[in-house]
């Protein structure tokens, strides 16, 4: 548990936060949302939230998430996100900062990846929000777990977002550990870009279409999020990181 509590507190979370606090929602003894700002009102992380949406095909929401995770590496030039199942209702993008940033700029980027590449989603509270349900943590209406994914499985979460039973923390160490905040150059950059995607919008409203989703099977570059991961794939990801893995009831059958 250690190691993972140093990993959240590593990608998202402000000096200060509380270790034990982390450890009593990952030991399943607390629900209590976690504070991302720091004294001076500046966030490290930012939460996309992608929520199963009424009248939409039921997988829409985990396609819109993957073209937008996409379009974070390829058009952004940004370090591949966490992908997580919020434990009742959708996935969530986790971005890692590695410089703090004003709450209003953080709130800033997430609305303008909005308007830029999933305007259909309306933007929520939960995007670059202070108050967030780090996982893995037990989600206090549902009952189920919110953990971080292998990207591979999340669309075996589409009609049930969450998980029966606690992650390991071995596995949750491993999606992270692997994973590396945006630096303030490729945060200013990556703004840059947004903001003149808004201010081309009146004059040409029809932005490029984003790539298609990569089918199973077809060769990914190092880092690129996202493809269709086989049970074997995920296991032999765990196996890398010498991780012995225990939790093949998170994966949804048939």
């Known amino acids: 548990m250690q190691k993972l509590i140093l990993e959240l507190l590593r990608l998202y979370l402000a000096p200060g936060t509380s270790p ?36 939409s095909d039921e997988a829409r929401h985990w396609t819109l998430l993957c073209e937008v995770a996409h379009a974070l590496q390829a058009e952004l030039d940004l ?49 670059a929000g202070t108050l967030v349900a780090l996982p893995p943590c037990i989600h206090p209406v549902s009952g189920k ?3 971080f994914i292998h990207p591979g499985m999340g669309a075996s979460f589409a009609d049930e977002s969450g998980l029966e039973m606690a992650p390991p923390p071995g596995g949750q160490v491993a999606f992270l550990d692997g994973l590396h905040s945006i630096d303030a150059a490729q945060f200013d950059a990556a703004l840059a870009v947004l903001r003149g995607k808004q201010a081309a919008l009146p004059s040409a409203p029809l932005l490029p279409p984003l790539p298609p989703p990569v089918a199973a099977g077809t060769a990914v ?27 093949r009831h998170l994966l949804r059958r048939s």
């Open 20 to 55: 034990e606090l982390l450890a009593r929602r990952i030991a399943g003894e607390s629900t209590a949302a976690i504070d991302l700002a720091d004294g001076a009102g500046r966030v490290r992380a930012i939460v996309l939230a992608f929520r199963k949406q009424r009248d």
């Open 221 to 247: 570059a190092d880092g690129l999020l996202l493809k269709d991961a086989t049970l074997e794939d995920i296991v032999a990801f765990l196996h890398s990181k010498n991780i012995e893995p225990t939790f």
């Open 79 to 127: 370090p591949a996100p966490a992908v997580s199942v919020s434990g009742i209702d959708g996935y969530g993008l986790w971005l890692s900062l590695a410089a703090p940033v004003p709450t209003a700029q953080a709130q800033e980027f997430a609305a303008l990846l909005h308007q830029a590449y999933f305007p259909e989603v309306k933007s929520t509270a939960d995007d």
């Open 145 to 147: 777990w919110a953990a």
